[in-house]
């Protein structure tokens, strides 16, 4: 029972979808939904999260619907799934009331599988009593984290979905998010009285985004710089303020890049229009508030730049997570400045409530950390979510990648100066006024309070506020001082503060105002494929796209672009076997993509049999999924091939097949950590025998000692060598 289901969904991922595998955690969701069981699912952007529900309602009886927030993301979900050949539609306030009458018929009728609409839609009285009439497989709660006061963004109207399970208690429940901290993901189950539920949580690392921090020096001209190498391409540059998009996008336009300005202050109409400009590939470049971006399902943009700092680390996330969801490498830079963390302060002053200021004290304080760190930043992130990164060493961020490491400087007279003072001033106030007393302003508070007489009082006046600033935040990363966000982040002494202050211990700081070295995530990427032909491909698209009336990447993915350029399907038989090609996209698309890939393969004089031979310079090689990466960093820190697939929580054949992957794309592995040098013989002789096309005579001969894996590992080294 359980093989049917899992070959009939794997059948509808390849036929509508036009993918052959799963990503991690995928099937596990759409088993326990086709199950009717309620769950929770915690994915990052770009992990899938869409997939979770809309696989399983084309396998389910009865109607899904799914609870969207924004109009916008409603259409472009609906006009792809209609791409893919599935029964998708919405109903919302950009119809008139003869289109909802033609909906609501086609629901009756059965001919619709998935119903996307607004919380607030459903919610009204008149349409639950419409919809309970009809048979009702699947509620998905997209954006989940919108129901939670706690979440980033929250949304009034989310909190009405609380009644579906009074309403229609029988019709499971499906809540969805890409970011939620542990209080928002027990407030949603909450929330949205999930029975029960099943709850999955995916990494949240995105392994194909390169974080990197710049300090801010003349931030437009460090934009242009970054810029260059990207005309281009698609990117959202983050601002402040509307002041600053306005600003910001003209100085690019005067550039030659085509750029527009988005913000809360723009009309509706207008706002709408320059989102589907820049979904459409008519504008490269948005220039946005965080007002911009929830309602944005572009697979393709290639970087996201925060022009200035982010008010916390969630919201971070959350924006940077809008680069490269369709898995290729894509950058993610952050320009740091300490006038915006005053600017941050200034509106936290502003806030009503003593609560509300020292939880936005403590974000500020995360963020600005993140910025300030030289440790790796993709750990520094995954451990604010409570994800664990199984090295010190990313390998995609400027501070794990630099050729120029931090200076160090021995820090030992300046902390305990910093230290000393903390503990003279009795532990009450915050780092600025410490740092003030160490530089002997001579502000009211400190004489009032008589700490002007202290022996710490100006003995750290030779250095700027921004060192000390500097150097007091990596004092409390490494614990030796933290902050009481309940005493209004008041600097506290630790147990490790004695070893500085008393114990004699020596401590080598990074040395302020450090500048990394730039690179970027294609620097690092091993994706290579005939460029020439992926440009070519990239105007088919754009020209079909326009015809259509729809966004380029619902035709096909850049990713499915450049697969198509390195493997020159040149028949429908190879063409299918692209990720990304179902049924419908092959019927429709199929024979002008082939026609083109022949025209270039026949002026280039490429033979497909031979096809390795284009960029002879860079070897064509896939680019590593997000699954093979973990599997290969694994590998690498000596775990056997067992352990692996426990702690991933995949099956031991699975991970022989990443590694064999890595091994034919020319990734260095450890075969004696995967198969002893005995059983590696005696599978090459069985290969001397049968050969190695087909496998299963092999098993048979072997007598079943050894598994597929190990075969497919034994057989890519064959072909590497």
Known sequence: MLDRLADKTLSALKDFFGF??????????????????????????????SLCYQLPALLLDGLTIVVSPLIALMKDQVDGLRENGIAASFINSSLDPSQIQRRQKALANGEIKLLYVAPERLMMPHFLEYIAKLPLALFAIDEAHCISEWGHDFRPEYRQLSELRTRLPQVPIAALTATATERVQSDIIKQLHLHEAQTFKASFNRANLFYTVRNK??????????????????????????????????????????????????????????????????????????????GIDKPNVRYVVHYDLPKNLEGYYQETGRAGRDGLPSDCLLLFGYGDKMKIEYFIEQKPGEHERRIAYQQL??????????????????????????????????????????????????????????????????????????????????????????????????????????????????????????????????EKSSEVLFKGEKLFLSKPGHEQQFISANDRSADHYDHELFERLRELRKNLAQQAGIPAYMIFSDASLRQMAQKFPLNESAFRNISGVGERKLAEYGTVFIQEISTHCSE?????????????????????????????????????????????????????????????????????????????????????????????PVMEMLGGEFCYGELKVMRAIQKRK
């Open 604 to 696: 280039k004089n490429i033979s497909p049999s031979s096809s390795t031979t284009v960029n002879q310079a860079r070897p064509i090689r896939k680019a590593l999924s997000l699954t093979q990466k973990e599997s290969l960093l694994l590998h690498r820190q000596g775990l056997p091939v067992g352990r692996i697939a426990e702690k991933r929580q995949l099956a031991v054949n699975t991970i022989y097949e990443h590694l064999a992957d890595l091994i034919e794309q020319g990734e260095s592995v450890n075969l004696e950590n995967l198969i002893s040098p005995e059983r590696q013989q005696t599978i090459l002789q069985a290969f001397e025998k049968l050969g190695s096309d087909r496998l299963k």
């Open 20 to 49: 052959t595998s799963f990503r991690p955690l995928q099937q596990e969701i759409i088993q326990a939904i086709l199950a009717r069981r309620d769950v929770f699912v915690l994915m990052p952007t770009g992990g899938g999260k």
């Open 365 to 494: 304080q995360q963020i600005v950390g993140y910025a300030e760190s030289a440790e790796c930043r993709r750990k520094i992130v995954l451990d604010y979510f409570g994800d664990a990164l199984a090295t010190d060493n990313c390998g995609m961020c400027d501070n794990c990648t630099s050729t120029t490491p931090a200076e160090k400087i021995d820090a030992t007279i300046h902390a305990q100066q910093f230290l000393s003072c903390v503990k003279r001033t009795g532990e009450r106030f915050g780092m600025n006024y410490v740092i003030d007393v160490l530089r002997g302003a001579k502000a009211e508070k400190i004489f009032m309070n008589g700490h002007a007489t202290l022996s710490t009082y100006g003995i750290g006046k030779g250095h700027g506020k921004e060192e000390w600033q500097a150097m007091a935040r990596q004092l409390i990363r490494l614990g030796y001082a933290r902050q009481a966000p309940e005493e209004y982040n008041a600097i506290k002494l630790t």
């Open 217 to 294: 020096n003349n931030s437009y001209e460090q934009l242009l710089d970054f810029l260059k190498t990207r005309r281009n391409e698609s990117g959202i540059v983050y601002c402040q303020s509307r002041a600053t998009t306005e600003s910001v996008a003209e100085g690019l336009q005067r550039d030659g890049f085509r750029a527009l300005a988005y913000h809360a202050g723009l009309e509706s109409t207008e706002r709408t229009k320059r989102q589907e400009q820049f979904v459409h590939d008519e504008a490269q470049i948005i220039c946005a508030t965080i007002a911009f971006g929830m």
